[in-house]
């Protein structure tokens, strides 16, 4: 379950980071922000600046990486290119961005990307965008997962997972264009 905070973001290294990539970009502030925090396994949704939930979440089981067949949690500024999975149920089954029709519990074991999907697409060219460092390219998603035991550990292959019920309460919140900040 999510912890609803209500506090303003804090000023810290991460989110002046964030700030900073995205003036330089061009960016002008956005409403709806996710900023995912790699090493303490957890994504904030903050709406004007405040934080309305945090959720623990996983990342990759190798260290981050942009770089493209990495399986790296790519870092830095990117927004969320595509919602997918609108109206499906919970613990749906998705292959190539489809949903199959099948609960989680009908397939055999393994990290599937399940109930919804947040396709990122990375904004800074040579970091996360074109090349062989491309988010979009890589296929990187905010999705569910069937391994909600394991939620805040480090165990996927590149994307941020995060359990059934907190993406489709994420999902439901957030659209496209939303910035998505991901950090150490």
């Known amino acids: 379950m999510p912890t609803v ?9 991460t989110w002046e980071s964030f700030n900073k990539t995205r003036s330089a970009l061009g960016i002008k502030h956005a409403d ?3 900023r995912v925090r790699i090493g303490a396994s957890t994504l904030q949704f903050a709406r004007d600046g405040v934080v309305v939930s945090s959720y623990v979440i996983s990342t990759s089981r190798l260290a981050p990486s942009n770089v493209a067949d990495s399986l790296g949690t790519p870092r830095g500024l990117h927004e969320i290119a595509e919602r997918i999975g609108a109206g499906q149920p ?29 396709w990122l697409r990375g ?3 040579g970091v996360n965008q074109g090349g062989d460092v491309d988010t979009y390219r890589r296929y990187i998603y905010i999705h569910g997962t069937p391994l909600e035991g394991r939620i805040g550990e480090p165990i996927s292959a590149g994307c941020i997972l995060m359990r059934n019920a907190d993406v489709i309460e994420l999902f439901d919140e957030v659209r496209t264009g939303d910035l998505v900040w991901i950090g150490d």
């Open 90 to 118: 919970s613990g749906v089954v998705f292959r190539a961005r489809v949903p199959t029709g099948r609960h989680y519990s009908e397939e055999g074991p393994g990290n599937l990307v399940t109930s919804r999907i947040l």
């Open 123 to 125: 904004l800074e060219p």
């Open 5 to 13: 905070k209500h506090d303003v973001l804090s000023i810290d290294s």
């Open 32 to 34: 709806r922000v996710l």
